[in-house]
C-alpha cells in the first residue's frame, strides 16, 4: 500500500496506491476506510492488480484511522492488508 507511512499524520488530499499479485490472477482489490467516518474508496485504475484512488480528508473527524486492502484471487481466496495513520 502505497502513500504515507503507517502511523503518520495526514491531512488534505491523499493518494491511495495498492498493488496486488497473485499466480492464479488477481480477480478484485478493494480499499475501505474504517475510523470515525467508515467509506470506500473509488478505484479509479481500470487493472484488477491495482488499486488508485485519492482520499479526502478534509471535515474528517480526527483520530485514528485504518485504510484495508482486500485482494480476491481468481479462485476467491482473500488476501487483506491494512495501514493505520492518524
Known sequence: M???GA?????????????AADPVGVG???VTVAGPVAE???DTDPSPERFAATWTTTGAAEGAVVLTAE??????????SGRRWW
Request: hydrophobic share 45%; glycine share 12%; charged share 15%.
Open 40 to 42: 470506500a474508496l473509488v
Open 2 to 4: 502505497g502513500g504515507a
Open 71 to 80: 485482494a480476491t484471487d481468481r479462485e476467491a481466496n482473500v488476501t487483506r
Open 28 to 30: 478484485s482489490l478493494t
Open 7 to 19: 502511523g503518520a499524520t495526514v491531512a488534505g488530499t491523499i493518494a491511495v496506491e495498492v498493488t
